[in-house]
């Protein structure tokens, strides 16, 4: 069974703080895709990365993927209020499978 | 908005109810997937629909029933669940035929809780 660990599974830190939230394989992954999931809402897609160490930057959110491909990291400067959310990342496989992690509950405190 | 509505957003049924999800999308896109949301757990894939086909079961109990009429409407139709089958139900749809790699759009989902 193949399996993305996310970590933490939760954080709650003050506004203008700095995180860095993990999502790990031991599967290699062809790319690997962020949501960000709102109280009451559905996940919405963030960003798509496909290349070994490919970096993306989305205003204050910085996404990587690993190099050897089994696992990206999602860095937020400046954490605001409105970031807060259920983070859940989900690596296409090599069977064309999408595997979901369970997700990293994330509060910023104002 | 992401242009996939879900009714209802809550429901409280017992375990000896049938009930319907609704999903709806005003994307014009040709693939529909249930998924299932529990606390803690990856979301877990029930069903695909690509052009109104079922395309993917994942050996998903028969106390739950997909209905795809047309391209724009998806229904989970249940009966006789169980406590544990309490949890947020995802409607998403893509633009492609429902492989892994199509852009999955989500609706709010349905809380469901089964007493």
């Known amino acids: 069974t193949q399996l993305l660990e996310q970590s933490p599974q939760f954080l709650s830190i003050q506004e203008g703080e700095n995180l860095t939230v993990y999502c790990n394989s031991s599967?290699?992954?062809?790319?690997l895709q962020w949501y960000r999931q709102e109280p009451g809402e559905g996940p919405v897609l963030l960003v798509t990365v496909v290349t070994g160490g490919e970096v993306k930057k989305l205003k204050r959110l910085t996404f990587q993927f690993g190099d050897a491909r089994k696992d990206s990291s999602l860095h937020i400067t400046a954490a605001q209020p409105g970031d807060t959310g259920l983070y859940l990342c989900a690596g296409i496989d090599s069977n064309y499978q999408l595997i979901w992690g369970a997700g990293t509950k994330l509060i910023i405190k104002p | 908005e992401t242009g996939v509505t879900q009714t209802p957003r809550h429901l409280v049924m017992g375990m000896t109810n049938k009930k319907s999800l609704k999903c709806e999308q005003h994307?014009?896109?040709?693939?529909m997937y249930w998924y299932k949301q529990s606390a803690k757990k990856p979301l877990e894939l029930m069903f695909v629909?690509?052009?109104?086909?079922?395309?993917e079961n994942n050996s998903v109990p028969s106390r739950f029933s997909p209905e795809c009429p047309n391209s724009s409407h998806l229904f989970l139709h249940l009966h006789t669940l169980q406590p544990e089958d309490s949890a947020l139900y995802l409607c998403a749809s893509s633009q492609g035929t429902g492989g892994s790699t199509d852009t999955q759009y989500f609706g709010p989902g349905t809380r469901l809780t089964v007493l």
């Open positions: 629909y690509s052009l109104e086909e079922r395309v």
């Open positions: 599967s290699v992954f062809s790319s």
């Open positions: 994307l014009g896109h040709n693939a």
